[in-house]
């Protein structure tokens, strides 16, 4: 068996209809008075924002919120935020919208509690003291961040995007309310969909991974990959919304536990140099990554195959990592999502440096084949 140290710091609380619940459930966290509500300018535009609001003031808690900052949230946006907190001193905090509205909450929490400013917790176990309490309430179905100790922040000068891990940074409740998603952009529900179907495909070979995130990897592609073409299809489908969420959520516990691997490598740069969208990328650049990994991680990529064997929305039981790419190839195409490199402004002659910049990204170290400068180069390649 493989060595590995499993812990599950997050309850889920999971429903439709349950945001009516935050103010109960921000009272479960203890004597708190105060608390910092970090959401994005389009989700406040949606209402989810104030029925978060509204719950958390009918349980008597004085709320601030904080709302300035965008996909992608960099150290600037994290600054903007603990200013704010600074100033309103929460006793909590709760991160109410997609992964850039939990990542910047996580963020905003990192320096408040501890000082310094981001780049002082780039990399793992960081944080110098304890942080606040936090609750994610996401309003996507994507990251996964909901069930991840990680903040992704993008450096504000040179747009390297930072991976900041602490167990402490944790969401002590994550509440997984699937009418929140509804309101979601047709092209949202797809980005951030092909993102978890992304993370689930990618955890399952990690190098790290264990036999429990293989069984949190197999359950999101179960109830990501007959979903993802359905809540395309059919965008008021609730049941849909929720099985998403849910796989979504359950991806982001492989990762906590697995890591990611060469397509998030790849991926990063296209964003940091050509502003290509994260779900783009992944989408772009997934299928040749598993047919590379094909040769040593056959097996597990079958199981995953096998697990929805039955269903006509996902591959053929007999198609292995070959028909699981084509699979995703073909489920990003009929999304509307990118396809080509060349079709996303990069110039071919920048591959190389695209290249190196790929080979720099942590996450591939996790791949399950090997990855340098040349294998990330030819994967480009493949995929202009």
């Known amino acids: 068996m493989t060595p590995f140290d499993f812990r599950l710091p997050t309850r889920l609380v999971c429903g439709p209809g349950r945001i009516s619940e935050l103010g109960d459930l921000a009272r479960s966290l203890g004597e708190l008075e105060r ?5 994005d300018p ?3 535009a949606a209402g989810h924002t104030q029925r978060g609001l509204d719950a958390l003031h009918a349980a008597g808690f004085a709320t601030r919120l904080f709302q300035d900052f965008a ?5 600037a946006h994290v600054d903007a935020g603990t200013a704010l907190a600074r100033d309103f001193r929460p006793d909590a905090i709760i991160g109410l919208g997609g992964g850039s509205s939990m990542d910047c909450a996580k963020g905003i929490n990192f320096i408040y509690s501890c000082g310094g400013r981001m780049q002082d917790y780039w990399g ?3 944080a110098t003291g304890p942080l606040l309490p936090m609750i994610a309430v996401p309003t996507t179905a994507g990251t996964g961040s909901e069930t991840q100790s990680f903040a992704l922040i993008s450096d504000a000068l040179t747009h390297v995007k930072m991976a900041c891990g602490d167990k402490r940074a944790a969401f002590r409740i994550a509440l997984l309310d699937p009418a929140l998603t509804l309101t979601q952009p047709p092209r949202v529900t797809a980005l951030t969909g ?6 689930a495909v990618e955890t399952a070979v990690t190098r790290v991974r264990t036999p429990l995130s293989r069984a949190f990897s197999r359950e999101a592609w179960v109830h990501l990959a007959p979903n993802f073409l359905r809540v395309i299809e059919h965008p008021d489908d609730q049941e849909a919304r929720g099985e998403m969420q849910l796989g979504a959520c359950l991806a982001g516990l492989a990762i906590e536990n697995s890591m990611l691997g060469a397509a998030h490598a790849l991926a990063n740069p296209l964003t940091a140099h050509y502003g290509v969208t994260h779900g783009d990328a992944v989408a772009l650049m997934l299928p040749h990554v598993v047919r590379h990994n094909g040769a040593v991680a056959e097996d597990e990529y079958q199981d995953l195959v096998l697990a929805t ?3 006509r929305h996902t591959p053929d039981q007999r198609a292995g990592s070959a028909g699981l790419a084509s699979f995703l190839a073909e489920a990003a195409a009929q999304a509307g999502l990118a396809t080509r490199l060349r079709d996303q402004g990069v110039e071919r002659e920048r591959l190389p440096q695209l290249a190196a910049d790929a080979a720099r990204q942590w996450t591939g170290s996790f791949n399950p084949v090997e990855m340098n400068a040349d294998s990330y180069l030819a994967l480009y390649e493949a995929a202009y």
């Open 309 to 311: 064997a039955f269903n």
């Open 124 to 126: 793992v176990g960081k």
């Open 194 to 199: 092909f993102d978890a179907l992304a993370h």
């Open 42 to 44: 389009g989700v406040v």
């Open 71 to 75: 996909e992608n949230p960099t150290t």
């Open 35 to 39: 608390i910092l509500v970090v959401s």
